[in-house]
């Protein structure tokens, strides 16, 4: 139940520094955007030694009901479900289910990082979801030209 803090304009000086702290955390709220509510398991280690550091083995954000847009596919999800699995080797998405405009989108796969030029090896399944200027915008340019070549005089 935990609320994922807010950036931005007119997000409190507190949550706004929480997201900073932690260079790799302020990567992934530049490129997803996360807003809402989420559950957080952590599996923690350390060595026994008062300067040793304590190291994240394994962070899980169980989405509910929250919504992200990636930066380089502003295609934002609402109503948020499904597992994001953070492990030093990468990231796993777990039936990462959301809402856009009456579409229902599921997301399964890895990513080897939370950066842009991450590795990545996606499921994307879509139930519903309308060919409209919303979809078309979100597309990178290098993309479009296969909207143009199938979907734009389309008979749907």
Do not use: C
């Amino acid at each position: 139940g935990m609320r994922l803090p807010e950036r931005g304009i007119g997000a409190a000086p507190s949550e706004q520094s929480f997201v900073h702290r932690w260079p790799r955390l302020a990567k992934f709220f530049d490129l997803y955007d996360p807003h809402g509510v989420i559950d957080l398991r952590a599996e923690l280690a350390k060595q026994p030694g008062r300067d040793e550091r304590i190291k994240v083995r394994e962070l899980t954000a169980i989405a509910r009901g929250a919504d992200a847009s990636f930066r380089g596919f502003p295609y934002r999800l609402t109503g948020l479900t499904g597992a994001v699995v953070f492990r030093p080797e990468g990231i796993e998405l777990r039936d990462l289910t959301g809402d856009h405009n009456g579409g229902r989108v599921t997301v399964n796969g890895t990513l080897t990082s939370a950066s842009k030029y991450s590795g990545v090896k996606l499921d994307i399944r879509g139930d519903n979801v309308a060919l409209d200027d919303t979809l078309h915008a979100a597309l990178n340019q290098r993309f479009q030209f296969f909207w143009e070549q199938f979907v734009k005089d389309a008979v749907i």
